[in-house]
């Protein structure tokens, strides 16, 4: 029973794959046209053609993309001839209906081009455009084709029959790509010439197929072919990242002013202020929402925590869709409102200033007027140092020295030269 159901499963299987092989098909190639080109040709070729006595059907297109132009016979094989008083081919609008007949049974080579259709580009922007077979009012129907009973010699519809879509492809979509500041579009067939456009308004002398981008909207591009034909690629939403114009941070009678400029901001939500104490990790003191489109925006926040030690503060800009940008660090030393040591003072000839994060030293007299001036380089912050100031060209007096700090912070004092 099972070597039964074997034999029987492989039968059906074998005619299943002898039918599948021998299906009489008619076949619409599918082409791509040249970019320059207005026109393309469409061919109509058939397979498994055997004991064929006549066919008849349908072809069907989008007239909005495409018009019909001309008709070419293919090349006779045989005794088929698709240009006899056998043949009778008609186009109207978006259709063309075809009938072959023969009182003889036919058989046409696998892949004979039984007719060819020319149609003219008229709408090369939709991309591609379906044909299909047998269009009936707004319907397609089965293709019919007949075949001959050999044992009785008469006529009969074909019940393998197939046939298969094909697309009319045009030149691909041109595509935006942006990388940093840039935009370029990619467009296959040897372009003749670009167009851009900024929000639907054309931007002047712009007719490469790059551009710098100038500000935040919508970016679109047309390419132009020889042949006259304008296809637009997919417009692209550029929103430039914000641009931050200043940021600072300064230590002055107890407290910190942080202040910042920006630019931009049209995709940015808000600013987390950070700050961090030493050497430990940024924490968020403050949230500040962004003031809009604005063509400069400007910002303060004033930090009146008492901290000691070396401060840092960063912006951290969080933008509309989540993602997160970082501004430059920002560090202050309230330590250096601590007193310096200046000895000895009274000086003769040299004084000597002790403190941390010393980067310069003026000496001036009542009058204003720059007497001394010394610079240091500090390498780390926190640096305790011992400064030497040689005053033997002083006149004997009262005078000012000033001492800058590494967050260039500075503190005036008062010395005596004997």
Not at 36 to 61: C, D, E, L, M, P
Not at 225 to 254: H, M, Q, R, T, W
Not at 328 to 350: C, E, F, G, M, W
């Amino acid at each position: 029973m099972k070597q039964l159901l074997l034999l029987s499963f492989l039968f059906l299987a074998v005619t299943f794959q002898i039918n599948a092989q021998n299906k009489k098909t008619l076949l619409l190639d599918k082409l791509d046209t040249v970019c320059n080109n207005t026109s393309v040709n469409f061919n109509v070729r058939a397979k498994n053609f055997t004991n064929i006595i006549g066919f008849q059907g349908s072809i069907g297109w989008d007239s909005t993309v495409v018009t019909f132009d001309a008709l070419k016979y293919g090349t006779n094989t045989g005794s088929i001839n698709l240009n006899d008083s056998n043949t009778n081919i008609q186009a109207a609008g978006s259709y063309l209906n075809f009938v072959w007949v023969d009182s003889f049974a036919q058989t046409i080579p696998d892949n004979t081009i039984l007719f060819t259709l020319r149609f003219i580009i008229t709408n090369p922007k939709g991309n591609r455009t379906p044909v299909f077979f047998n269009k009936s009012g707004n319907n397609y129907t089965p293709l019919e084709i007949d075949t001959l009973d050999l044992n009785t010699l008469i006529p009969v519809a074909a019940t393998d029959t197939a046939f298969i879509n094909g697309y009319i492809g045009f030149v691909d979509t041109p595509k935006i790509f942006q990388n940093g500041n840039v935009l370029t579009c990619l467009a296959s067939c040897n372009p003749s010439g670009f167009q851009w456009y900024l929000n639907g308004n054309t931007i002047l002398n712009d007719t490469s197929n790059s551009i710098v981008i100038t500000s935040t909207g919508n970016y679109s591009v047309s390419v132009s072919y020889s042949n006259g034909n304008k296809v637009y690629a997919v417009p692209i939403n550029v929103i430039l990242p914000l641009e931050i114009l200043s940021f600072d941070a300064l230590y002055e009678n107890n407290v910190t002013s942080i202040k910042w400029k920006t630019a931009e901001e049209f995709g940015t939500a808000f600013f987390n202020i950070g700050r961090k104490v030493n050497e430990g990790s940024f924490q968020t003191i403050a949230t500040i929402n962004t003031k809009g489109n604005l063509p400069v925006s400007e910002y303060e926040f004033i930090d009146k925590d008492k901290n000691r030690g070396v401060i840092s503060y960063q912006l951290e800009i969080v933008d509309k869709d989540g993602n997160k940008h970082y501004s430059r660090i920002n560090t202050v030393n309230p330590k250096s409102d601590l007193l310096y040591k200046i000895y000895p003072n009274p000086a003769h000839s040299q004084i000597k200033v002790e403190g941390e994060n010393i980067t310069q030293i003026d000496i001036i007299d009542n009058l204003g007027h720059l007497l001394t001036r010394k610079r240091y380089a500090v390498l780390s912050s926190q640096t305790m140092t011992i400064k030497t100031i040689n005053t033997n060209g002083l006149l004997p007096g009262v005078y000012n020295i000033k001492i800058y700090n590494l967050d260039r912070s500075s503190k005036v004092d008062k010395i005596v030269i004997n």
